[in-house]
Structure formats: structure tokens, C-alpha cells
């Protein structure tokens, strides 16, 4: 049975940083592309950033530069480091694991498997 156990959120205010963590088991955790995607209140889920298998990253605009995704396959961990947040950085954030994709995508149809997610508050 695949598990993602998201931790890492909290609330700050704007210009701080927080740092998320999602621990995988019950999958070849390091043959699968990993992301990270979040849910403001009355929004539609949207991807943050990806990881692929060979370490290449995607990023959605809104965060590029001020977010950064790693993956540590020796701990079934995936990252994600949030740095200059925004109040409209306030959202529930989830981890997602591929049961088939390599490369890094924000395509939310690749993955069937997800964290029960995490709430980032950013403050003004």
C-alpha cells in the first residue's frame, strides 16, 4: 500500500520561509517522478514543482525562484524549501508520487497516489 506522509507546515509571516517534507513508502520510490501541488480555499488544486528521476525540476511561475524541490531517494523523502512566501502562497500543499513517469511533470492526471496534505498561512 503506497503511504505519503506530508509534514512541514505551519503558519508565517510573508517573506518567511518553511520547508515540507513528504516521507514515501510502499513504492519504488526512487523509479518514480515526485511533485509537490496545493489547494487554496476555493481554488483548484495546482502543481508547485516536480521532481524527475534524473533530478530534472519543473516549477509553476508563481514559485520559480523562491521555491526549490529536492528528492533524497536514500530516505524516500521528497522536499520541497519555500523561501520569500506570499500570502497567496496560502494553501493546503500536497505530495504526489507517479506510478509511471520519469521526467518531471505538473500534469496532475500522472499521479495516482497522494499525501493527505499539509496547511501552509502566510501572513501579511
Known amino acids: 500500500q503506497v503511504q505519503l506522509a506530508e509534514s512541514g507546515g505551519g503558519s508565517v509571516q510573508a517573506g518567511g520561509s518553511l520547508r515540507l517534507s513528504c516521507i514515501a513508502s510502499?513504492?519504488?520510490?526512487?523509479?518514480?517522478?515526485m511533485g509537490w501541488f496545493r489547494q487554496a480555499p476555493g481554488k483548484e488544486r495546482e502543481g508547485v514543482a516536480s521532481?524527475?528521476?534524473?533530478?530534472?525540476?519543473t516549477y509553476a511561475p508563481s514559485v520559480k525562484g523562491r521555491f526549490t524541490i529536492s528528492r533524497d531517494d536514500a530516505k524516500n523523502t521528497l522536499y520541497l524549501e519555500m523561501n520569500s512566501l506570499k500570502p497567496e502562497d496560502t494553501a493546503t500543499y500536497y505530495c504526489?508520487?507517479?506510478?509511471?513517469?520519469?521526467?518531471?511533470?505538473?500534469?496532475?492526471?500522472?499521479?495516482?497516489?497522494w499525501g493527505q496534505g499539509t496547511q501552509v498561512t502566510v501572513s501579511s
Open positions: 504526489a508520487a507517479s506510478a509511471y513517469a520519469r521526467k518531471a511533470t505538473l500534469t496532475q492526471t500522472y499521479y495516482p497516489y
Open positions: 510502499g513504492i519504488s520510490y526512487g523509479g518514480n517522478c
Open positions: 521532481v524527475g528521476t534524473g533530478g530534472s525540476t
